[in-house]
């Protein structure tokens, strides 16, 4: 039996520093787009979205992301940049992702390919895209922007023939499954991202 994602769940596995941070943590069965829905709802200054499917996932170039539902991660963050580094934001995120795996049991292979991928063995094992939206008082300091992660966890072969790259999961990698930890792994993730995003801030 598949977990289902659970946003009190996800909230008791944050770190102390992410729960403090994190205002807002939306989880939802079906998104067209994490990201999208984040960004029609720059509501607090610190959100979190996850959704268990994306109709509409999209990667970087408005590439289609793969987002079966119950099988992997996507989630999405609402944070606000200093604009001097907006464009050193996905080596931070990246980072983030990388030191998760690492944690999670990850050893080998792992390599970012700039500008918002994550590579296992020259094979796709997660992506992020970072989008802003454009303001009425473009003067501000800070802007906000929407951090989002694809994160695969258990692929299906059939969903797997839809992307058109070498690709990988968690399952595969670490030879056992991994669905059932995705409140978990979701809450590791962030952790990281947080305590990666507050240090450059």
């Known amino acids: 039996m598949l977990t289902a ?21 939306i989880v939802l069965p079906s998104l067209p787009s994490t990201n999208q829905y984040l960004l029609e709802r720059i509501d607090f200054p610190v ?8 109709t509409k996932g999209r990667g970087q170039f408005s590439r289609h992301w793969v987002s079966p539902p119950a099988s992997n991660l996507y989630i999405s963050l609402l944070w606000s940049a200093l604009p001097q580094h907006i464009p050193s934001l996905a080596t931070y ?6 030191t998760c795996l690492k944690d999670i049991g990850v050893d080998d292979g792992l ?12 094979r796709k094992l997660a992506g992020i895209l970072i989008e802003s939206k454009i303001t009425a008082n473009q003067a501000q300091r800070v802007s ?7 994160l695969n966890l258990s ?28 409140n978990s792994i979701a809450a590791q993730l962030l952790s990281q991202l947080i305590l990666n ?3 450059v801030s």
């Open 111 to 122: 390599h970012m390919k700039c500008p918002n991928d994550i590579l296992w063995e020259q």
């Open 5 to 25: 994602l659970c946003s009190a769940t996800i909230y008791r596995s944050l770190s102390e520093i992410a729960n403090q941070t994190i205002k807002q943590l």
């Open 93 to 98: 995120v990246g980072e983030a992702i990388i």
């Open 47 to 54: 959100s979190v979205c996850l959704a268990d499917q994306q």
């Open 144 to 150: 906000p922007l929407v951090i989002g992660i694809g």
């Open 155 to 182: 692929m299906s072969e059939a969903a797997g023939k839809k992307i058109d790259q070498p690709w990988t999961d968690l399952t595969s990698i670490l030879k056992m499954p991994m669905v059932q930890r995705r």
């Open 197 to 199: 995003l507050l240090g």
